[in-house]
């Protein structure tokens, strides 16, 4: 049997958040914010969740338009819908 051709696009994911960099990212933007120790996790994982459904939102614009292809179109379309939706759902003054 001959080898396989195709190579594999897998690429070794962290398992730790970059807990660091946030840290460093939040005292340069804001000095006087007192964070809570498990505050900047909670950050992470809302970046986590916005990109994964900012990724399933692109994937339904591109199979709306029968492209195969998620393009940067698609990723600024839901963005937009995105974006629209979240200032809708703030309810605080």
């Known amino acids: ?10 690429k070794k994911i962290k ?6 960099f946030l840290k460093r990212v939040f005292k340069r933007q804001k000095p006087h914010l007192r964070l809570e120790t498990s505050g900047d996790l ?3 994982l809302n970046c986590l969740l916005f990109v994964q459904r900012l990724a399933e939102e692109s994937r339904m614009s591109a199979f709306e338009n029968k492209c195969g292809v998620i393009k940067k179109e698609h ?3 839901a963005a937009k819908v995105d974006t629209r939706s979240t200032n809708m759902k ?4």
Do not use: D, F, I, N
């Not at 049997?1 to 897998?10: E, I, K």
């Open 1 to 10: 049997m001959a080898p396989s051709t195709t190579v594999s696009q897998r």
């Open 42 to 44: 909670l950050v992470h």
């Open 75 to 77: 990723v600024q379309a």
């Open 15 to 20: 398992r730790k958040a970059p807990r660091g």
């Open 90 to 93: 703030k309810t605080w003054p």
